[in-house]
């Protein structure tokens, strides 16, 4: 995704009346963000799913559908679970409004509306949506380390399993372990501990962009390398090695640490391909790591690496 | 001048002697070419809405008088909304028949053909 130029905040409108959509466009036109339009329910779910709008603008009274019920199924859905609806209704019922924010809506706007609260719901509403994303990254994140968390990692990794079956593509999975990790912190205290920890994910979170860093226990990381063959993705863990290993501690100048990590991609798994499947190979090889000594890298299929494949 | 049938009818009964509707946003550079689109097509929606009521289509009735209900306000025509309401209203609400709504039906039709496209007078 580029980064210059900040996308503006979509909005979608779900409405069956012509009139109305004429109506926002006007009123909307000099805010940033772009507006879309749809009259049916159907169209509006499936636009939902598609465009990912921060907000939605959803007419109760639908030809199709009821409002509460279109709500009802984005809600069921992950995908479009978090989107900020906006209900838009002539009815001026409490109970109807009442209804609406109970299954979800952030808010309700009655028409004919004003332009000025339509303005100011609309902005609030876009603002809520980046606080509610911002958070939900939060709760992905590792506190101390900054990286991505396991919950992160199990949901990433199951996307990424997924897209690269489907379209063919290469993935890996690094395991990396810190070696004796808890003598260094009996010998010079939790400080030093987290010290070690902080710059591991740095140099771990630091590396090609497609790499995803994550956080995966105590003294444990994960590394997903979509797109990248198991050659390629030891290259890349043991370049992180061999950087890990030459970090200088002004505090402690005679201290070393050192990493071990196990590698695994799509080919090493037998079966159809599984995140689950993919970890167990990539924590095997991590083992065998630890095994033979620390401080190495070792592919999930020992017999391939660093050998090419045999299919 | 100005209606498309050129026989006069703008004397008919149904307007009543309905003064002229302004919308309150004729002089709303954001607003004022869709207003001036809502008020063109006010002729098919009076058509629509007389038609609806005489083959006693009650769900085309209730869709229109629902739309106008919701959107002439945000054109600057509260009066045709809450004349729209009204026979929204009667219609969910009322056990009568659809007949006897011609009151209000009429009432529709004399607001909706009063509004005035900005730039007349």
Sequence with gaps: MSHDEPMRPRVLAIDDSDLVHRLLRARLRHERIDLHSVHTADEGIAAAK????????????????????????????????????????????????VRGLDLGAVDFVGKPFDVGELKARVRSALRMQRLVKMLAQRAQLDGLTG???????????????????????????????????????????????????????????????????????GEEFALIAPGTDLMETMEVADRHRVRISEIQWTDRPGVRISASFGVADLSCISGAPTPEKLIAAADQALYRAKKAGRNQVVAADAQVWPHSATG | MGYADGSGMDQTPETNGTPPLHSIYEDDLDLRDLVIRFVEEMDQRVETIRSAFLSEDVVALQRISHQLKGAAGGYGFDSIGDSAARLEYDLLTDEAMISDLSERVEDLISSCRAAVRPGDS
Excluded at chain 1, 158 to 174: C, D, H, K, M, P
Excluded at chain 1, 176 to 185: A, E, G, T
Excluded at chain 1, 189 to 207: M, Q, Y
Aim: aromatic share 8%; with cysteine; charged share 30%.
């Design chain 1, 50 to 97: 598609k465009l990912q709008p921060e907000v939605i603008l959803l007419d109760i009274d639908l030809e199709d559908l009821d409002g509460f019920e279109v709500l009802a199924r984005l809600k069921a859905d992950p995908i479009t679970r978090d989107i900020a609806v906006i209900f838009v209704s002539a009815s001026n019922e409490t109970m109807d409004r």
């Design chain 1, 147 to 217: 990286l991505w968390n396991r919950a992160y990692l199990d949901d990433r990794l199951e996307a990424e399993t997924a897209s690269a079956i489907r379209y063919g593509n290469s993935l890996s999975l690094v395991l990396c372990d810190l070696d004796r990790f808890k003598s260094l912190n009996d010998s010079y205290g939790h400080p030093f501990g987290d010290e070690v920890l902080e710059r591991t994910a740095g140099i771990l979170g630091s590396g090609r962009s497609p790499d995803v860093a994550c956080r995966y226990g």
